[in-house]
């Protein structure tokens, strides 16, 4: 707000004191020149007639000469005047037009506005920096799943485009650079609700910063950053940044999860799809028979290489320029891969899958095209740098994408939104395939092909006050009763207990006679309908007394004094 | 040599000693005390606080408030004088002209302690 008052008044100050010089000398002219009264004797306007007159004057212009008539000295200083004050009245209106109309001015005021609606926010919410792919997909999920979050934006034109988004919530959007500590003052990470600072613009180095300033001028605060080089990464471990991801090196783990365990990448998949309705995956078997193809050695080539060669699959690596991104022991096939003869070099007809990862989307296509042209059975992973190549990228039908910000996106809502989910998974990570195929199939009984709903409850009086009410008066509450239907009692609602966390223990795939305590927090994988549900049997009493007991314990105070004397 | 300094300097001495020019004489007398000084005191402390707005130091905003303090006293100096003159038509009586220049006295040590900010300032900067 400062900063608006000091713009006007500084644009002003000329305006003005033409102004004041053109009624001082309009003023002096009236008060000086001789005139007449009307019985002819001589008389000088005094100064208050003087100033009356010229304050009408130059708004209106013809209101009347007075107190007497002028005479035709006064007359021609009153033209004079007339002019001069007219052109300091527009001079003056016209620069605060000016100023209203100015980008600089009009800029003060909205960062002013936003930092106001920022401090007085009354719910946690979540500053994202860079609104690209990623922080928009990011974003978008976070309002779904009822957080809040705060943006700052490089771009002009993509933190206009928000608005134009159809959010669920409504979203503050600073336009800025992310690396200003001011700015991110301004966009609330010293509030005290700001949970966490999320960096994902697309330069490792601004992501670097913001984790630096965040770390600095919030100590407390969770910091997540996007990262794509090892080197960035060990930085911003250094100072103490929450969570890095790697989003090539994240992928390069779901294929090894996925060649190793295809149930246990299924489930993954599942539970991390993020968006409420989404489609669910088919499962994927990826062939580990014959050789790998790995189209581009650049950091998702590596990552892919490294994980293949884990898993002990040979590995063929196709690259046009191995002297900038270097090469595997086993040397490379030059080339880019969208040319046949390439592609037969390293053995295309006889391999068991291939991986279009270089960081351009048209040579991508062009070398799967090519490739199933030689062999139909390849198993075909491609990289989707832009999200606008959606529809081209869906056509060819590839048995895998990888796209970075989407990977990116979902595990930070992830970890936002349901941080028990991540703990879940690394649990279940060490898990056999065949304890992954069964709660793969169980879910999937449960929410047909639709993604399940993941919620994180607290028993809590806020969260759960029937189940703590219970509890809290030494009742027993097994995880079955929560489960029940709360209007039809012997119909299980569609939910899967996934796991509960205590204060030392997690309790992975809780049994459904399992007592709950105060202060478990319990995940859930639901169906929509059934989460509702839940709600009622978690907040109600009456309700949870029927799906515990069959019947209704608890009335009204009324009704309890009542039911007591009789 | 900063322009905006020797400008804002001009007017703010200017307005000490014009306002020093009406405060001088018998403070009941009318003919010691000209309305052409008052408005020319006016104008001229109207000018010096236009020229200070916007300025975001320390002491330009001090300076601020002085040229304010004087902008009262003198807009109250010259509201008694025109009720005097044209409203209740008692003219420039003593009590009056006593008051319209006491009032004009107390801008001028508005605007004498705007001049010895001005002053200290000048002083700090060694340059």
Same mark, same amino acid.
């Given at each position: 707000m400062?900063?608006?008052v000091?713009l006007?008044?500084?644009?002003?100050?000329?305006p003005?004191?033409t102004?004041?010089?053109?009624?001082?000398?309009?003023?002096?002219?009236?008060?000086?020149?001789?005139?007449q009264?009307d019985?002819?004797?001589?008389? =000088?306007?005094d100064?208050f007639?003087a100033?009356?007159f010229?304050?009408?004057?130059?708004?209106t212009?013809?209101f009347?000469?007075? @107190?007497y008539a002028?005479? *035709? +000295?006064?007359?021609?200083?009153?033209t004079?005047s007339m002019?001069?004050?007219v052109i300091?009245?527009?001079?003056?209106?016209g620069?605060i037009?000016?100023?209203?109309q100015?980008?600089?001015?009009?800029r003060a005021?909205?960062?002013s506005?936003?930092?106001?609606?920022?401090?007085?926010?009354?719910e946690? $919410?979540? !500053?994202?920096c860079?609104?690209g792919?990623?922080g928009?997909?990011l974003?978008k999920?976070?309002?779904e799943a009822?957080?809040h979050?705060v943006v700052?934006?490089?771009?002009?034109?993509?933190?206009?485009?928000?608005?134009?988004?159809?959010?669920?919530?409504?979203?503050p959007?600073l336009h800025?650079? +992310?690396?200003? @500590?001011?700015l991110?003052q301004e966009a609330g990470?010293?509030?005290?609700?700001?949970?966490?600072?999320?960096a994902?613009?697309n330069d490792n180095?601004?992501?670097l910063?913001?984790?630096?300033?965040?770390?600095?001028?919030?100590?407390d605060i969770?910091?997540?950053?996007?990262a794509?080089?090892?080197d960035?990464? #060990?930085?911003m471990?250094s100072?103490?940044t929450?969570?890095i991801i790697d989003?090539?090196?994240?992928?390069?783990n779901?294929l090894?999860?996925?060649?190793?365990?295809?149930?246990?990448y299924l489930?993954?998949?599942?539970?991390?799809?993020g968006?409420?309705?989404?489609?669910?995956?088919d499962?994927?078997?990826?062939?580990k028979?014959?050789?790998?193809?790995?189209?581009?050695?650049?950091?998702?080539? #590596?990552a892919?290489y490294?994980?293949?060669?884990k898993? *002990?699959i040979?590995?063929?690596v196709?690259?046009?320029t191995?002297?900038?991104?270097g090469?595997?022991?086993?040397g490379?096939?030059?080339?880019?891969?969208t040319e046949?003869n390439?592609? !037969?070099?390293?053995?295309a007809e006889?391999?068991?899958g291939?991986i279009a990862?270089?960081? *351009?989307?048209?040579?991508n296509?062009s070398?799967v095209?090519?490739?199933r042209?030689?062999?139909?059975n390849? $198993?075909?992973?491609?990289?989707?740098?832009?999200?606008?190549?959606?529809?081209i990228?869906?056509?060819?039908n590839a048995d895998m994408?990888?796209q970075?910000?989407?990977?990116?996106a979902?595990?930070?809502?992830a970890?936002?939104t349901?941080?028990?989910?991540?703990?879940?998974m690394?649990?279940?990570?060490k898990?056999?395939?065949?304890w992954a195929?069964e709660?793969?199939?169980?879910?999937?009984?449960?929410v047909?092909?639709?993604a399940?709903l993941?919620?994180?409850?607290?028993i809590?009086c806020s969260?759960?006050?029937a189940?703590?009410?219970i509890?809290n008066?030494g009742g027993?509450?097994?995880?079955?009763d929560?489960l029940? =239907? @709360?209007w039809?009692?012997?119909?299980?609602?569609k939910?899967?207990?996934?796991?509960?966390?205590?204060?030392?223990?997690n309790?992975?795939?809780?049994?459904?006679d399992?007592?709950?305590?105060?202060h *478990?927090?319990i995940?859930?994988c639901a169906?929509?309908?059934?989460l509702?549900?839940l709600?009622?049997?978690l907040?109600n009493?009456n309700?949870?007394s029927y799906a515990?007991?069959?019947r209704?314990?608890?009335h009204?105070?009324?009704w309890s004094?009542f039911?007591k004397?009789t | 040599m900063?322009? &905006?300094?020797?400008v804002?300097?001009?007017?703010i /001495?200017?307005a000490?000693?014009?306002n020093f020019?009406f405060?001088v004489? &018998?403070i009941?007398?009318p003919n010691?005390?000209?309305v052409y000084?008052?408005?020319?005191?006016v104008v001229?402390n109207?000018?010096?606080?236009?020229?200070?707005?916007g300025?975001?130091s320390?002491?330009?905003a001090?300076?601020?408030?002085?040229s304010?303090?004087?902008?009262?006293?003198l807009?109250a100096a010259?509201l008694?004088?025109?009720?005097?003159?044209h409203?209740?038509q008692?003219g420039?009586t003593p009590?009056?002209?006593a008051?319209?220049v006491?009032l004009?006295g107390?801008?001028m040590l508005a605007? /004498?302690?705007s001049?010895?900010?001005l002053?200290?300032?000048?002083?700090?900067?060694?340059?």
């Open positions: 400062d900063n608006i000091y006007i008044f500084r644009r002003m100050r000329r003005l004191i102004l004041v010089l053109v009624y001082a000398l309009s003023i002096l002219g009236l008060v000086l020149i001789p005139g009264d019985a002819g004797n001589p008389w =000088h306007m100064f007639h100033f009356y010229v304050s009408y004057m130059s708004t212009i013809g009347g000469e007075i @107190p002028f005479n *035709d +000295a006064q007359r021609l200083w009153v004079v002019y001069a004050g300091a009245w527009l001079y003056a209106i620069t037009l000016a100023l209203v100015d980008k600089t001015f009009q005021i909205e960062e506005r936003l930092a106001k609606q920022i401090r007085s926010l009354k946690p $919410f979540f !500053l994202v860079g609104y792919e990623t928009s997909a974003v999920g976070l309002t009822g957080q979050a700052i934006e490089i771009n002009e034109q993509r933190s206009n485009a928000i608005r134009l988004e159809s959010l669920r919530d409504y979203v959007t800025g650079d +992310a690396q200003k @500590p001011v991110l990470l010293q509030h005290p609700l700001c949970q966490a600072v999320v994902v613009t180095k601004a992501n910063k913001i984790a630096i300033t965040s770390k600095l001028l919030h100590p969770r910091v997540i950053c996007r794509d080089s090892r960035i990464e #060990k930085n471990a100072f103490g929450d969570f989003p090539f090196d994240t992928f390069a779901y090894s999860i996925a060649i190793k365990a295809p149930c246990l489930l993954q998949s599942w539970l991390f799809s968006a409420e309705h989404a489609l669910l995956h499962p994927i078997y990826p062939p028979q014959k050789h790998w193809i790995i189209c581009g050695y650049g950091r998702f080539g #590596k892919l490294e994980r293949l060669k898993s *002990d040979e590995v063929i196709i690259e046009a191995p002297e900038i991104t090469e595997p022991p086993e490379v096939v030059r080339g880019r891969g046949a390439t592609l !037969l070099q390293a053995k006889s391999a068991s291939l990862g270089t960081d *351009d989307d048209a040579n296509l070398i095209v090519t490739a042209e030689l062999n139909p390849l $198993f075909f992973i491609l990289r989707q740098n832009h999200s606008d190549n959606s529809a990228i869906n056509a060819v994408v990888m970075p910000s989407k990977i990116i979902g595990k930070i809502n970890r936002l349901t941080p028990m989910l991540s703990e879940f690394s649990m279940a990570n898990q056999e395939n065949e195929c709660l793969v199939s169980r879910i999937s009984a449960l047909g092909h639709r399940p993941i919620e994180e409850i607290n809590d969260h759960a006050s189940v703590y009410e509890l008066q027993r509450v097994i995880l079955k929560l029940r =239907h @709360p039809k009692r012997r119909v299980n609602l939910i899967i207990a996934l796991m509960i966390k205590r204060q030392n223990q309790i992975l795939l809780p049994g459904d399992t007592e709950l305590e105060i *478990d927090r995940l859930f169906e929509n309908h059934s509702s549900r709600y009622w049997n907040q009493e309700i949870l515990r007991l069959g209704v314990e608890k009204g105070w009324l004094k039911s004397k | 900063n322009p &905006e300094k020797v804002f300097g001009f007017f /001495v200017l000490l000693t014009l020019g405060f004489g &018998e009941e007398n010691h005390h000209h000084e008052l408005f020319a005191v001229v109207l000018i010096a606080t236009i020229l200070k707005f300025d975001r320390q002491m330009g001090v300076l601020l408030a002085t304010l303090v004087a902008i009262l006293q807009v010259t008694v004088w025109m009720t005097a003159v409203i209740t008692i420039l009590t009056v002209t008051s319209i006491s004009s107390g801008a605007n /004498v302690i001049v010895i900010l002053i200290i300032e000048t002083v700090m900067m060694r340059r």
